[in-house]
């Protein structure tokens, strides 16, 4: 099992720039995928980013150019810079680990942290 506490959520105005963090309470290196869903209000949570045990990344297409994701194994985080934030980034942004053991597949939450980009 793996505890998941996000922090840097806050607010911006548009153009501005937030870095979140994602701290687990245990290493992270063997974990598959760790990575950032986004929840806004009245919307389905839908995927942000992802990060593969192996480096690999995925982006949801209107984040490409503008986010990055990245984890530090060392230090048990995985990081989510969003430069160039727009309105229609706001939402809460959650933070989650998957992973594989033969054929099960666990699926780790954190609580969330809110991010508010304003015109």
């Known amino acids: 099992q793996v505890q998941l506490v996000e922090s840097g959520g806050g607010s911006v105005q548009a153009g501005g720039s937030l870095r979140l963090s994602c701290a687990a309470s245990?290493?992270?290196?063997?974990?598959?995928?760790m990575g950032w869903y986004r929840q806004a209000p009245g919307e389905q949570r839908e995927l942000a980013a992802s990060i593969t045990s192996g480096g690999n990344t995925y982006y949801k297409d209107s984040m490409k150019g503008r986010f990055t994701i990245s984890r530090d194994n060392p230090k048990n985080t995985v990081y989510l810079q969003m430069n160039n934030l727009k309105p229609a980034d706001s939402a809460v942004y959650y933070c989650?680990?998957?992973?594989?053991?033969?054929?099960?597949?666990?699926?780790?939450w954190g609580q969330g942290t809110q991010v508010t980009v304003s015109s």
């Open positions: 989650y680990a998957q992973d594989r053991h033969g054929a099960n597949v666990y699926t780790y």
């Open positions: 245990r290493s992270i290196f063997n974990i598959n995928v």
